[in-house]
């Protein structure tokens, strides 16, 4: 995950820029080179922009303001060509509801770290705070009673006025619906998948980021999760969690998981599965390995060393993979941020062990949660062409897609079993 300027920080979070949307034409047309025009389609497309959360990349000077470009100024046209699509009593509304979640991050000691985040951290490790962000505004379909402790004011506050300003200009889709979506569709398969193995699998979340799965899924209560990630990182979760616990606020996050385990190491390295052994995951136990917006950003030898790693695991226990794949158009976004990519991962695991894959697109019924009611959004219009498109006919932009996948395998089956 990475962090951008101001005002293209929060551009993983938004499926597509509503201003964008509406002036796609005119914004490609303005573009004076073939680069620039496949970056505005993967933003048309609805691309999760989310930065290298673990590759450390970093995109140049000229691709962050090219983003940021596009960015502003779809939003001013749509502002300009609409007006206001929320009544005064949806903003009282909204008002009320944005004061609550600020008020979890009154108590002194957790503004103080928060400000050792915007002082200390990178962009990378920042960039976990903006997903917290979009879990804790988009509250009315993510319980994730953490997520604003985790985001701390300045990352909540830079997507509420983008939030805002989409929902004033009637936009097809409102900044975070990307990561509302694929963090309910990961929600639902982690369920799903625990009833599958038995209710007691060990659960693995890998560059979990300021996740709170362990706080606020109950179908984990006889479930041990390893959250592995960068040092600094889990410390400064688990101390964030602590202070707004132990503040006058008195604010609970019960642990639904059996246990949490926190697992300091960074999947780049070639002995994280070593570290994650030493903390006690049990190879030969049935395991959920979730890999929530991260693989792309790994490079391809880094990503094929993760997915064989887990798929070693089919051979001694039941295994679930749950994991977001971009397609090659996916990464022309910007090649110094996504590196590994596969058009057909439903054909790609079973290569290396696993005997059942199913693959979704947002938009589809499993992905979808009533979040996208727009009749012209673009996930559904992307979703209704043949995966092997890669051109949109309507427009001439790449076809950028982001599939959401679910592999498993166990020591008695056949990777023939069944790809769907």
């Known amino acids: ?11 993983h979070c938004v499926a597509v820029q509503g201003g964008v949307v509406r002036q796609r034409g005119r914004l490609l047309q303005a573009m004076s080179s073939e680069e620039e025009k496949v970056k505005a389609a993967c933003v048309v497309n609805g691309t999760d922009e989310m930065a290298a959360k673990r590759s450390g990349a970093v995109p140049s000077s000229k691709e962050e303001n090219k983003v940021e470009a596009l ?23 909204a008002e009320a509801e944005f004061a609550a979640v600020m008020a979890q991050l009154a108590p002194a000691g957790v503004r103080a770290l928060h400000a050792r985040v915007e002082a200390e951290w990178g962009p990378v490790l920042q960039s976990a705070c903006q997903t917290a962000a979009a879990r804790a505004l988009w509250a009315r379909a993510v319980r994730d009673p953490a997520a604003a402790v985790l985001a701390g004011e300045r990352f909540l506050r830079g997507l509420r006025d983008k939030m ?11 900044h975070g619906v990307m990561i509302a979506v694929r963090t309910l569709w990961f929600d639902a398969r982690i369920e799903a998948a625990v009833h599958a193995l038995g209710g007691a699998p060990q659960v693995v979340l890998l560059g979990a980021g300021m996740d709170a799965r362990a706080y606020r899924l109950s179908c984990l209560k006889e479930c041990t999760v390893f959250e592995l990630d960068f040092p600094e990182l889990l410390e400064m979760k688990s101390d964030l969690l602590h202070e707004a616990m132990s503040s006058e606020n ?7 998981a059996k246990s949490l385990i926190r697992v300091p190491a960074n999947i780049q390295d070639a002995d994280w599965i070593t570290k994650l052994q030493s903390y006690g995951y049990v190879p030969e136990r049935n395991t959920i390995w979730v890999l929530e917006g991260i693989i792309y950003y790994l490079q391809d030898a880094q ?11 089919c051979t001694s226990a039941s295994t679930v993979l749950l994991a977001d794949f971009m397609n090659k158009n996916t990464t022309s976004l910007s090649p110094t941020m996504y590196h590994f990519y596969h058009d057909s991962p439903e054909l790609l695991l079973p290569s290396i062990g696993f005997s059942q894959v199913t693959l979704s697109q947002i938009g589809d019924p499993q992905a979808h949660f009533g979040l996208l009611s727009h009749p012209e959004n673009l996930f559904d219009k992307l979703r ?15 076809c950028c897609r982001l599939y959401f996948v679910e592999a498993s395998a166990s020591p008695d089956a056949s990777p023939d079993d069944q790809t769907r």
Not at 71 to 93: F, I, K, T, Y
Not at 164 to 174: L, N, P
Not at 250 to 256: L, Y
């Open 164 to 174: 805002r300003r989409d929902e004033r200009a009637g936009a097809r889709e409102v």
């Open 384 to 398: 209704r062409l043949p995966r092997s498109v890669e051109i949109n006919p309507e427009d001439g932009t790449p």
């Open 1 to 11: 995950m990475l962090l951008y300027t101001p005002a293209t920080c929060y551009a």
């Open 250 to 256: 008195h604010q609970k996050f019960t642990m639904m």
């Open 303 to 313: 990503a094929m060393q993760v997915l064989e790693t887990i798929a070693a695991s």
């Open 71 to 93: 960015v502003a100024n779809g939003s001013n046209s749509v502002e300009a060509e609409h007006g206001g699509g929320v009544g005064e009593e949806d903003d009282a509304e």
